[in-house]
């Protein structure tokens, strides 16, 4: 007999599955824990970038390449504003060979949603001379077309055409794209994966397969270590065995490494942080692909890497993907890195997020109000509904022009050509007038909601709403059992005669041995008033027998029986358990496509969800109150745009965390206290002020004019920065974030403070 089929097995679950309360908690701490410390079960990564290459460091280039890069360098550092920078680029590899095709495109979009950006790309292919392969691997050197200073990514691309342009033994062509850092959203980039991956014109080189990608920019003019950038939109990631490769060459040839954390790039995922990075389009066609980024904190000649080495480790790393024969797995490779050395698994932190969800399942299944169909349906009534008033209107109004066509309004879109400090101002108005949508949606949801609730309770008063009952026969049986032993214990029956057959009874019958003389009893003794109390409960005993015994005959037969009342259970109710339900969905819907986005926000709704059914009027639940309290509070301070005291109060307040976190951070490193083995990283994510970083980058262009710089400009509307910043991604680049957060953050955040104040 399975435990399945084990009455015991099943009696057993039963009375765990009464402290469900107790379990579910348990549960979600138990998974917030684990998704705190998830990336101490890493592993080590060094052997999975040896499918590519086992012996790393295998570079064929000589002091020739060192002089030509070292040429190539000078000439471009003291390159004048003669003529477009695409055109001397062309130029200098057509005096290299003349036989690599070299394609100048034109890049204009002039104005409109997604323009403002006007200049040339330059497309370079080298070809592999003796193969027939239909693949290629494509390096993008992004630079900035009007910063004379830090050209090394020129110098590393040219150095590498004039090192492959000559090589024997390539099967890939590989195809360099020159293309301009400043542009908006990696402009060069997008344009280049349109034209080259979906154009018909034959000129421009398509082949059938690209199968990697690698994008080399430089942010400092004396950088000291490579960053590796490779979270793209939308949780998609590439297969992480091509980091592993470039690492091991970047290693072996002394260039310092850094990647993001676990947490931080789940962080940044979860948000879609990279959006700006070129990498993120080839991802969407399925092409492995990620950043590699010449950076430094302090820009020192002293602390800079060796250029060439660097370009070593490039040229190793292209030739080992193009000699790699395809028949290793390309999607099964997905993890984060912990460090260059280890690497998490992404299924690993899953199971934090499911044991975070762990409360809201056990509350939907033995919650009994969503069984009865009549509240099934006024739950989903009213939360479709409320999604709908709350989070369409702003949705539409900020990403679809159709709207304002329809209505005859002047449009207040989002702008993809422009990003500067200068013009604050307009986004913020522009966010503003999504926002005063966003209210005026609360009102109309605000009142719906209650003309249902009054709705609800005025049907309550007819039908007198009774719980859901659920009748099982083994539940029954047991009940039954322990009821005749306790009436058969009070009668006087010992255990062992009720526990005997009718033929040991029958055979013991003739037995006087066991007979005992009746006694006498007075009515005023103790004994007579005790089995008069004792009659009194066997008769209540039977009763309850009795009824038990009426609910098994309901059965008829059968194991399990709902009864259903046609009453509509409090509307408050409903709702509660309907936020637990959609709490579970947006779980497991966003983790269809970015795990990221589940954790982050288990993370920030699992509590109050968790507790919000607990509040009653009792004494003992004014703890729990406080603190559904105090997350409303928080989150309409964190969320409230208006300048007045709320506003310096969250500022003050975000000042004094932010300064916090910074000393302990401080600590953190002067003692190394986080670099001990069990040391929670998630602790040191939150002392890196990450989680209070604006979600827009500091990074200003405008127009491709001849302005770069990096500031911080003091907004005093930053959500409605942030909202636009938001909104502005999904229109222009495609962005999941701003959708997910209209249509869970804010019905989620209404019903929560709807069922607690009415």
């Known amino acids: 007999m399975g435990f399945s089929e084990n009455p015991k097995f099943f009696l057993l679950v039963k009375r765990v599955l009464k402290k469900w309360k107790l379990i579910g908690i348990t549960l979600s701490v138990v998974g917030f824990a684990h998704l705190c410390v998830f990336n101490k079960f890493s592993k080590k990564a060094e052997l999975d970038s040896l499918i590519f290459s086992q012996f790393p460091g295998n570079s064929n280039l000589d002091k020739t390449d060192e002089d030509f890069l070292n040429h190539t360098s000078s000439y471009f ?24 095709h070299t394609v100048k495109r034109r890049v204009s979009v002039n ?37 004379r200073k830090n050209f090394h990514a020129i110098s590393v691309g040219l150095t590498l055409i004039n090192y492959f342009k000559n090589c024997n033994y390539m099967s890939k062509d590989i195809i360099f794209l020159f293309t301009n850092k400043e542009w908006l959203y990696s402009l060069g980039v997008q344009k280049f994966v349109e ?60 260039i310092p490494v850094k990647v993001e954390s676990p947490h931080h790039a789940i962080f940044d995922m979860a948000l879609e942080r990279g959006y700006e990075k070129g990498h993120v389009y080839f991802l969407r066609e399925n092409i492995a692909a990620f950043t590699a980024t010449g950076v430094s904190k302090i820009p020192l000649k002293n602390k800079m890497l060796n250029l060439f080495n660097f370009t070593k480790a490039m040229e190793s790393f292209i030739r080992s993907q193009s000699n790699t024969p395809e028949g290793f797995c390309h999607s099964s490779n997905f993890y984060f890195f912990d460090t260059i050395r280890r690497r998490v698994p992404i ?52 990403t679809n022009d159709k709207v304002y066509e329809l209505l005859n309004l002047e449009k207040k879109l989002p702008l993809c050509s422009e990003w500067h400090p200068d013009r604050y101002e307009d ?11 966003l209210i005026l949606s609360v009102i109309v949801a605000l009142i719906f909601n209650y003309v249902i609730s009054c709705m609800v309770k005025k049907i309550s008063k007819v039908l007198k709403y009774e719980k859901v009952q659920k009748i099982e026969k083994i539940v029954l049986l047991d009940r039954i059992k322990k009821l005749n032993n306790k009436i058969n214990s009070i009668i006087g029956i010992p255990c062992f005669y009720a526990n005997l057959s009718n033929e040991e009874v029958l055979a013991s019958w003739g037995d006087f041995s066991k007979l005992t003389k009746p006694k006498i009893v007075h009515s005023d003794d103790e004994e007579f008033l005790r089995e008069k109390k004792n ?8 009763d309850e027998l009795d009824e038990v015994e009426g609910k098994l005959q309901l059965l008829d037969g059968g194991n399990v029986l709902y009864i259903f009342n046609g009453s509509v259970a409090p509307y408050s109710s409903i709702m ?67 300048e007045g005291f ?80 938001m909104a502005r991604n999904h229109y222009c680049v495609g962005s999941q974030v701003y959708p997910l957060i209209c249509f869970t953050f804010f019905p989620v955040f209404f019903f929560i403070m709807y069922v607690f104040f009415c």
């Not at 470039?246 to 040839?253: A, V």
């Open 77 to 100: 550092s003291n390159y004048g504003f003669r003529e477009d920078i695409i055109d001397g680029i062309g130029e200098y590899i057509r005096r290299i060979s003349p036989f690599v």
């Open 111 to 147: 104005g409109g949603v997604k323009g403002g950006a006007k200049g040339n790309i330059l497309i370079t292919t080298v070809p592999c001379k003796f193969c027939n392969n239909m693949e290629n691997i494509i390096v993008v050197i992004n630079f900035d077309y009007k910063e």
């Open 195 to 254: 034209d080259f991956l979906y154009s018909n014109d034959v000129r421009n080189g398509r082949k059938a397969l690209s199968r990697s990608a690698i994008i080399i920019e430089f942010d400092s003019v004396y950088p000291s270590h490579i960053h590796i950038n490779y979270e793209g939109l939308n949780g998609l990631l590439p297969n992480l065995d091509f980091i592993l490769l470039l690492t091991n060459e970047l290693n072996y040839y002394n």
């Open 347 to 398: 299924s690993v932190y899953c199971y934090g997020v499911y044991l975070i969800c762990a409360y809201a399942i056990l509350k939907l299944l033995k919650g009994s109000i969503l069984r009865s169909y009549t509240n099934l349906v006024v739950g989903l009534y009213g939360y479709i509904k409320t999604i709908f008033i709350i989070s369409l209107p702003i949705y539409l109004f900020s």
């Open 427 to 437: 986004y913020v108005q522009i966010a503003h007038y999504w926002w005063e949508i």
């Open 535 to 542: 009659r009194a409960l066997v008769k209540r005993l039977q």
């Open 576 to 642: 509660n358990s309907m936020n637990c339900f959609y709490f579970v969905f947006v779980v497991l819907l966003s983790s269809l496509y970015n795990w990221s986005y589940a954790a982050l926000f288990s993370v920030l709704f699992v509590m109050p969800v968790s507790t919000l059914h607990n509040r009653k009027t009792k004494r003992k639940k004014v703890i729990q109150k406080a603190i559904i309290l105090a997350f409303i509070l928080l989150g309409l301070a964190l969320v409230y745009p208006y």
């Open 646 to 725: 709320i506003l310096s109060a969250r500022h003050k307040l975000i000042r004094h965390l932010t300064n916090g976190f910074a000393k302990c951070q401080k600590y953190l490193a002067k003692s190394k206290l986080a670099d001990t083995k069990y040391f929670p990283d998630f602790l040191e994510f939150l002392c890196s002020n990450k989680i209070f970083e604006p979600l827009h980058v500091n990074k200003y262009y405008l127009n491709n004019q001849d302005i770069k710089f990096n500031y911080s400009n003091g907004v005093k509307n930053e959500v409605l920065l942030n909202l636009y910043s």
